[in-house]
């Protein structure tokens, strides 16, 4: 750690690990009320815990990609951050409002909460991932603002980066787009159009210059490779991503009251967004072969190499598979999106930010480069238990979709939801399970944090 | 000497790609809007409706079903469940109503929210105008 | 990466991440024109009956405009290749008048659809029709840009004979966008 400043980004990843172990146990409580309908009922109903589930993930990817910010901007404009204390000040604020919020979530009901909360002067509840209270997006855009302030200065103040300059375009359009959640008309049709721009234009636009930056970051540092070639990668796949990704947004108008053109734009487009994830995955793998250095902290490179793999699999490949019209058809609104979704944002923005977490954690402890031996065995563990595990379910998930399209959609005398869900239920027992597994790679994961020893250098074998 | 892959034409590439795009982004969105007149059923917007989307927002709908094929896939789609039960806001009503509060032993059950008559209403109606945009004939079948 | 540096002439000219942009453009362009000649040929009544309405002779006039205005562009490069900074200015500007002329006309073209009330929901055609020459006129927009920002550069005398690669970039751009517009005019007002 070059500046002393950057250890503000130790409470963010903290807060971050712990709201992703949360995220997880709810996870399981819904995939258990897949199969035991009853569970936890009427105490904390499906929707209830499915809104704790996505908003902790929202809120500590979140958390990670500001920690990552605080972490990397000092480090490259050669500058301590413009206010720590802004920072700090800024991470309770919003880990209070964040607590706040999924203790609402769970101790009243939500339409008690949404009457507290004056959701009537500006409603802009119950859409999803947007169930926040309209204070609690009030707030989110405060501390998004001042997050971007304390950012933006310090880029400003010192050495401009191509790598801070993406991050700063990524966190600008985060906030920009996340404008959209307050626009809530009653036409449902402009609703859910433009619902997707925020949620479009987060995970498959602005994110991915965040995610590009960090994983560029990253790279430079674990395999001395030259930053001329890894900034010039970096604008042609974060260009690619942007090409491809906004028109691609057509790829959710199918089926919403959009007009029709949008099955042809959005088929087109989408079906190249997995170009850029290509792109990033064999930049990845050519960086690290091309390395000058042998970092002694190789779980971080194992986190690198498994986000580009990953993001290129969950996102583009897993993408792709219903992102045709005529496929998406048959394919909207079951488990394969569900199967999607959980690979893509694992892939992408999980294990970035716990790529990032890993390589700097062990220097905002003390340490010179990297953890133990011990402990760094013990997070490969985990990167293999819970990226496995992934795999699973997006397979578990991907036959009871397939299933539910043939058994509802498709066969010649199409059955029920209700009735389908029965008979697909076996899958969902095989993601419970690979669920659990799941939870074992990332108690390993936090485990590994505290198994101290002597920090490996390059010549001790892992 | 040139270089075979330089950092300023990627950074203008990437500048001028995401302008460009986003530019074709908003001139596409401008015609939705349109376009959305003949497909949105605006007409049978009422205020009843209205009072329908809100009360679907702040009770959370979405948590468990999908709209449009958006939401969760945990309980059945509603975009065509005016079709579904037989063109008829009554029997939606009646459903709505007829969960009990403390669940089904072993199933997946409905919540009971206690909505009065004019709520009730208000629901059915708005899922009633849900059923009625032109969808581009999704779902496949009535089933959703 | 840096071998090819001391080759004089290099393969393919110009900057190797422009490349991987035009390919990109370039597939998306195929994958439209292929679902259009897919679409057209599960409608063919209906795609030759509003083919009819479409004005070929301007379209005609507008594909010699762009050749015209590529033309201009690889006698640029050639006259920057012996040093003739003024020659390859003023070839530059006579490039940018063609890609101007074309956006005229297109536009005219243009007017004369929206004053029918034709848009991209009228029908399948029109939807094709429109999708494809509107992508295509814009990228003859950002080209036109592009030649703007070569002229102004050449003008201030930033090319020489060793050192024109933008030049030579943006020039394949030009011949991209030359290019496509060249598959589309027979696809979309010829093919019968």
Same mark, same amino acid.
């Given at each position: 750690?070059?500046?002393?400043?950057?250890?503000?980004?130790?409470?963010?990843?903290?807060?971050?690990?712990?709201?992703?172990?949360?995220?997880?146990?709810?996870?399981?409580?819904?995939?258990?009320?897949?199969?035991?309908?009853?569970?936890?009922?009427?105490?904390?109903?499906?929707?209830?815990?499915?809104?704790?589930?996505?908003?902790?993930?929202?809120?500590?990817?979140?958390?990670?990609?500001?920690?990552?910010?605080?972490?990397?901007?000092?480090?490259?404009?050669?500058?301590?951050?413009?206010?720590?204390?802004?920072?700090?000040?800024?991470?309770?604020?919003?880990?209070?409002?964040?607590?706040?919020?999924?203790?609402?979530?769970?101790?009243?009901?939500?339409?008690?909460?949404?009457?507290?909360?004056?959701?009537?002067?500006?409603?802009?509840?119950?859409?999803?991932?947007?169930?926040?209270?309209?204070?609690?997006?009030?707030?989110?855009?405060?501390?998004?603002?001042?997050?971007?302030?304390?950012?933006?200065?310090?880029?400003?103040?010192?050495?401009?980066?191509?790598?801070?300059?993406?991050?700063?375009?990524?966190?600008?359009?985060?906030?920009?787009?996340?404008?959209?959640?307050?626009?809530?008309?009653?036409?449902?049709?402009?609703?859910?159009?433009?619902?997707?721009?925020?949620?479009?234009?987060?995970?498959?636009?602005?994110?991915?210059?965040?995610?590009?930056?960090?994983?560029?970051?990253?790279?430079?540092?674990?395999?001395?490779?030259?930053?001329?070639?890894?900034?010039?990668?970096?604008?042609?796949?974060?260009?690619?991503?942007?090409?491809?990704?906004?028109?691609?947004?057509?790829?959710?108008?199918?089926?919403?009251?959009?007009?029709?053109?949008?099955?042809?734009?959005?088929?087109?487009?989408?079906?190249?967004?997995?170009?850029?994830?290509?792109?990033?995955?064999?930049?990845?793998?050519?960086?690290?072969?091309?390395?000058?250095?042998?970092?002694?902290?190789?779980?971080?490179?194992?986190?690198?190499?498994?986000?580009?793999?990953?993001?290129?699999?969950?996102?583009?490949?897993?993408?792709?598979?219903?992102?045709?019209?005529?496929?998406?058809?048959?394919?909207?609104?079951?488990?394969?999106?569900?199967?999607?979704?959980?690979?893509?944002?694992?892939?992408?923005?999980?294990?970035?930010?716990?790529?990032?977490?890993?390589?700097?954690?062990?220097?905002?402890?003390?340490?010179?480069?990297?953890?133990?031996?011990?402990?760094?065995?013990?997070?490969?563990?985990?990167?293999?238990?819970?990226?496995?595990?992934?795999?699973?379910?997006?397979?578990?998930?991907?036959?009871?979709?397939?299933?539910?399209?043939?058994?509802?959609?498709?066969?010649?005398?199409?059955?029920?939801?209700?009735?389908?869900?029965?008979?697909?239920?076996?899958?969902?027992?095989?993601?419970?399970?690979?669920?659990?597994?799941?939870?074992?790679?990332?108690?390993?994961?936090?485990?590994?944090?505290?198994?101290?020893?002597?920090?490996?250098?390059?010549?001790?074998?892992? | 000497?040139?270089?075979?892959?330089?950092?300023?034409?990627?950074?203008?590439?990437?500048?001028?790609?995401?302008?460009?795009?986003?530019?074709?982004?908003?001139?596409?969105?401008?015609?939705?809007?349109?376009?959305?007149?003949?497909?949105?059923? /605006?007409?049978? #917007?009422?205020?009843?409706?209205?009072?329908?989307? +809100? *009360?679907?927002? !702040?009770?959370?709908?979405? @948590?468990? /079903?999908?709209? #449009?094929?958006?939401?969760?896939?945990?309980?059945? +789609? *509603?975009?065509? !469940?005016?079709?579904?039960? @037989?063109?008829?806001?009554?029997?939606?009503?009646?459903?709505?109503?007829?969960?009990?509060?403390?669940?089904?032993?072993?199933?997946?059950?409905?919540?009971?929210?206690?909505?009065?008559?004019?709520?009730?209403?208000?629901?059915?109606?708005?899922?009633?105008?849900?059923?009625?945009?032109?969808?581009?004939?999704?779902?496949?079948?009535?089933?959703? | 990466?840096?071998?090819?540096?001391?080759?004089?002439?290099?393969?393919?000219?110009?900057?190797?991440?422009?490349?991987?942009?035009?390919?990109?453009?370039?597939?998306?362009?195929?994958?439209?024109?292929?679902?259009?000649?897919?679409?057209?040929?599960?409608?063919?009544?209906?795609?030759?009956?509003?083919?009819?309405?479409?004005?070929?002779?301007?379209?005609?006039?507008?594909?010699?405009?762009?050749?015209?205005?590529?033309?201009?562009?690889?006698?640029?490069?050639?006259?920057?290749?012996?040093?003739?900074?003024?020659?390859?200015?003023?070839?530059?500007?006579?490039?940018?008048?063609?890609?101007?002329?074309?956006?005229?006309?297109?536009?005219?073209?243009?007017?004369?659809?929206?004053?029918?009330?034709?848009?991209?929901?009228?029908?399948?055609?029109?939807?094709?029709?429109?999708?494809?020459?509107?992508?295509?006129?814009?990228?003859?927009?950002?080209?036109?840009?592009?030649?703007?920002?070569?002229?102004?550069?050449?003008?201030?005398?930033?090319?020489?004979?060793?050192?024109?690669?933008?030049?030579?970039?943006?020039?394949?751009?030009?011949?991209?966008?030359?290019?496509?517009?060249?598959?589309?005019?027979?696809?979309?007002?010829?093919?019968?």
């Amino acid at each position: 750690m070059k500046y002393e400043s950057q250890s503000v980004a130790k409470l963010y990843f903290i807060a971050a690990i712990g709201l992703f172990v949360g995220q997880i146990v709810f996870g399981l409580i819904m995939g258990l009320q897949y199969v035991m309908g009853d569970f936890l009922f009427p105490e904390i109903p499906f929707n209830v815990a499915r809104m704790v589930h996505t908003n902790l993930l929202i809120v500590w990817l979140l958390f990670g990609f500001m920690g990552a910010s605080y972490y990397l901007v000092p480090e490259e404009a050669e500058t301590e951050l413009h206010s720590p204390m802004l920072a700090k000040l800024m991470f309770w604020v919003f880990l209070v409002a964040g607590a706040l919020t999924i203790l609402g979530y769970l101790l009243v009901p939500y339409a008690a909460l949404a009457e507290m909360t004056g959701n009537h002067l500006l409603p802009t509840m119950g859409r999803e991932f947007l169930e926040q209270p309209t204070i609690t997006k009030i707030g989110i855009v405060i501390v998004a603002l001042t997050f971007l302030y304390n950012i933006a200065f310090t880029i400003l103040k010192g050495r401009k980066t191509v790598i801070t300059l993406v991050l700063l375009l990524g966190l600008a359009g985060l906030a920009i787009f996340f404008l959209f959640s307050f626009y809530n008309p009653d036409n449902l049709v402009k609703d859910k159009f433009y619902w997707w721009f925020v949620v479009h234009l987060w995970v498959e636009g602005v994110w991915e210059l965040i995610m590009a930056s960090i994983l560029a970051f990253v790279l430079i540092k674990t395999t001395g490779v030259d930053r001329e070639i890894i900034e010039k990668w970096l604008y042609i796949i974060i260009a690619m991503a942007l090409i491809t990704g906004l028109i691609g947004t057509g790829h959710h108008f199918f089926w919403i009251g959009a007009p029709e053109y949008w099955l042809w734009w959005g088929s087109i487009f989408s079906a190249l967004e997995p170009i850029p994830f290509f792109m990033m995955t064999v930049f990845a793998f050519n960086m690290v072969n091309k390395r000058r250095i042998n970092h002694p902290n190789q779980p971080a490179v194992l986190w690198a190499l498994g986000t580009a793999v990953m993001a290129f699999l969950g996102a583009g490949v897993w993408g792709f598979m219903h992102t045709l019209a005529p496929v998406n058809y048959y394919t909207h609104g079951t488990q394969i999106t569900a199967a999607h979704g959980h690979m893509a944002f694992y892939g992408a923005y999980v294990m970035i930010v716990l790529a990032i977490i890993s390589y700097a954690m062990p220097m905002m402890r003390g340490r010179k480069a990297c953890n133990s031996a011990a402990s760094q065995i013990v997070e490969m563990w985990s990167f293999w238990l819970m990226t496995i595990s992934m795999v699973f379910i997006t397979l578990f998930l991907t036959g009871a979709g397939i299933l539910q399209v043939w058994l509802q959609r498709f066969s010649d005398e199409p059955m029920s939801f209700m009735v389908v869900q029965e008979k697909i239920e076996l899958f969902y027992w095989m993601r419970e399970g690979a669920g659990l597994v799941f939870l074992i790679g990332l108690l390993l994961y936090v485990y590994s944090f505290f198994i101290g020893g002597k920090e490996r250098t390059v010549e001790d074998k892992v | 000497m040139s270089e075979v892959f330089t950092k300023s034409m990627a950074r203008n590439i990437f500048y001028g790609g995401s302008v460009f795009f986003f530019l074709l982004l908003i001139a596409l969105t401008f015609q939705t809007h349109e376009a959305w007149p003949e497909r949105d059923n /605006h007409e049978n #917007l009422t205020d009843q409706v209205r009072h329908g989307k +809100e *009360l679907w927002e !702040v009770n959370n709908c979405v @948590g468990c /079903h999908s709209l #449009l094929g958006e939401g969760a896939y945990f309980a059945p +789609e *509603l975009g065509n !469940v005016y079709q579904r039960y @037989g063109n008829s806001t009554d029997a939606i009503k009646a459903f709505i109503m007829s969960r009990p509060k403390e669940g089904i032993e072993g199933r997946r059950s409905m919540p009971q929210f206690n909505f009065n008559d004019e709520e009730l209403e208000a629901i059915a109606q708005f899922l009633k105008y849900v059923s009625g945009i032109n969808t581009n004939d999704w779902p496949p079948n009535i089933q959703g | 990466m840096y071998i090819q540096e001391s080759i004089k002439t290099k393969y393919p000219p110009g900057d190797l991440a422009l490349w991987i942009f035009i390919c990109a453009e370039l597939l998306v362009f195929a994958i439209f024109f292929a679902a259009y000649a897919f679409t057209r040929a599960s409608n063919i009544e209906l795609f030759n009956q509003y083919q009819a309405t479409l004005n070929t002779d301007l379209a005609l006039l507008n594909t010699i405009a762009l050749l015209t205005s590529s033309y201009f562009v690889v006698s640029a490069i050639i006259s920057i290749k012996e040093n003739k900074q003024k020659q390859s200015t003023r070839f530059l500007f006579l490039s940018i008048i063609g890609g101007c002329a074309f956006l005229i006309m297109k536009m005219t073209e243009y007017s004369h659809h929206m004053s029918e009330g034709i848009n991209l929901t009228t029908n399948l055609f029109y939807m094709f029709y429109l999708s494809l020459t509107f992508f295509h006129f814009m990228h003859v927009i950002l080209g036109i840009m592009i030649l703007l920002v070569l002229w102004l550069n050449t003008r201030k005398g930033l090319y020489t004979a060793d050192n024109h690669d933008g030049l030579v970039s943006g020039g394949a751009y030009w011949h991209m966008v030359d290019l496509v517009w060249l598959i589309l005019f027979p696809l979309i007002y010829i093919m019968k």
